[in-house]
Every structure is written in C-alpha cells, then in structure tokens.
C-alpha cells in the first residue's frame, strides 16, 4: 500500500452486513495487488453511491476502482497490472471492465448492456458498462462522482459507463483481468424499477440508449 503516490485507488463500500466476505476481499486485494494503492473502506449509508462518493472524494490514484470492489469480491493475482497495461496501451479506452467469474469458476459477465438489458459475454465486445470497472483519473476528473439519485443500490453501475461513453470515451474488456464474485447477501434493498426508469430516461437520446 502506498498512500502518498498511488497507482490505484481502490474503493469497497459496505453496510457491515457481510464482516466475514470483506475480510476475504480485504485479504485478496493485499495479497493479489502489485502496483502501488491506497484502499478505502467506506461503511455505512443504504446508497450505495454516496458510499462510493466519499472514497472518491479522497481518491489520489492515476487509476480508479469505480463504481467498487464490492464487498463479497475476490481479486486475483494480476488483476491490477493486467488492467493497467490494457489501459495504458489504449487511449480511446477510458474504463477497462473486469472479468467477472462466479465462485464455481462458471463466467458471470465483461459487463453489460443498458437497452436490451442483457450481460456481455464477449470479451471482445465493448460494453455500456461494467459493475466493476478499472477508471482512468482524467475519466473520472471530466464525468465526476456517482449519481446518488440511484438509492438504494442498482443501475448506478450502468448510470456511470453511459456517461463515459457520452463523454467521448469507451469502454473496453480486459479478459486477462478476473474477480471472482461470491454473490453473498448483503441486506440492502434494491430499488430496481424506479431506478432503471430514472437511468433509461436520462440517457434517452444521448447515443447509447
């Protein structure tokens, strides 16, 4: 961990209802992680994006875990430099989205799709979003914090990839890079219907959607 000058700034909000998954992710990411970091572990608040917000208010890294590293995920080795290299290597590219496995080793997604609502299972394809993603600081600096009109929890992840893209930006998978999500409960409600209704409005028409 290196505080002062951080290649990665990695952010894990979390209710305190799942203490014995965060230790797992905790563990994972200083075991697993090569590159210089800063980690914040954001408790409390049932919205999610404020939870996000407060760690990027702090956020000093060239590269930014957003939307997070939730709480019941599981870094794997080379899942930072693998992801680094991918986006230094590409400069149309402002956020690389992970790849996420499931815990029995099955693939979950490289992100998604807004309209049709679907996962993304290409690793060559580039998504609308990710729900974890790997963003680059001047990325972060011209779209700005998560939208904290998603409460509880859902599409904020979505929310926040639309608006990379219309900010001139894309969006790309880096297969090489894997988490591994353990899908454990939490206990926050999601707020899936207003929250998608309130997402697909504010993009309408804006190229995505």
Known sequence: MDKNN???????????SREDQLKVCIKSIKKHTKLPYELFIERGGDCVSWA???GLRKAKGEYITIPNIADDIEVTE?????M???LRARKKIGAGVHAVYNADG???SYGGFV??????????????YGGYMLVKREVFEKVGFMDENFKPIYSED???GLRIWEAGYKIGVCPESKLIHHHAREGRKQGK??????LLAKHKGKGRI
């Open 6 to 16: 951080p290649t990665l700034t990695i952010i894990v909000p979390t209710n305190g």
């Open 52 to 54: 996000i917000n407060n």
């Open 78 to 82: 080379g899942w930072d430099t693998e």
């Open 84 to 86: 680094v290299d991918y």
């Open 106 to 108: 099955s693939l979950e």
């Open 115 to 128: 309209s049709p609502e679907r996962l993304n299972l290409d690793p060559y394809d580039y998504p609308d």
């Open 158 to 160: 979505a929310d926040y």
């Open 193 to 198: 219907q207003e929250n998608r209704d309130y």
